[in-house]
């Protein structure tokens, strides 16, 4: 006789979600998708201008390796942090301020970019990555409570399917973005 495993009857789990929970659940994943898609289209963009540049010999070579690990890097170190921030305040507020954080950044990586500061901007998109890190914990765990365990799998396939969407958005983008741009450059023979 096989044994059964124990049901889980915490509320948190079990609640049937309000279409107040729904909205909220929605707004997350809104923000989830503009997040992946900014985080995307910022990276793409600096590769390419980094790469652009280090083959005009004005910037240094290996760009794409260093905004791989301003991408990498606050994920290892930061990620128990944000995890303590998740547990220790109000997710809902540390999703607005990580959100709202996450505006300033991209406002600030494009004022780099507009006066041709790489380096600075490279600074900004670790920060921007930072920012990701301090928001995911957060974010993953505030749907569970929004749309309760038996609708888990729902959820998280829906946050699954969007971000892979964005984040495929996010690179076409920005090639498209640095493209325009690029064109506003003669091209070396």
């Known amino acids: 006789m096989a044994a059964s495993l124990p049901s889980v009857t ?11 929970h729904w909205i909220s659940f929605w707004s997350v994943v809104v923000m989830q998708v503009v997040a992946a898609f900014n985080m995307n289209m910022s990276k793409v963009v600096l590769v390419a201008l980094g ?8 910037s ?12 990498v890097v606050p994920y290892v170190l930061f990620s128990p942090t944000a995890g303590w921030l998740a547990d220790r305040f109000p997710k809902s507020t540390v999703i607005r301020v990580s959100a709202s954080v996450q505006v300033l950044l ?27 890190t301090i928001l995911s914990p ?13 609708r888990m799998g729902f959820a998280s396939g829906v946050i699954e399917g969007t971000v892979i969407l964005a984040i495929l958005g996010g690179q076409i983008a920005g090639g498209n973005w640095f493209d325009a741009g690029l064109a506003d450059h003669p091209r070396d023979g």
Do not use: Y
């Open 10 to 20: 915490d509320e948190t789990t079990q609640h049937e979600p309000t279409g107040r």
């Open 51 to 58: 790469l652009w540049l280090a083959n005009k010999h004005q």
């Open 60 to 71: 240094f070579q290996g760009i794409e390796h260093v905004v791989a690990v301003a991408l």
């Open 106 to 132: 991209l406002v600030l990586l494009w004022l780099c970019l507009q006066n041709h500061a790489l380096g600075a901007a490279v600074a900004v998109f670790f920060l921007l990555s930072s920012q990701a």
């Open 138 to 150: 957060s974010k993953m765990s505030v749907v569970k409570e929004l749309v309760g365990g038996r």
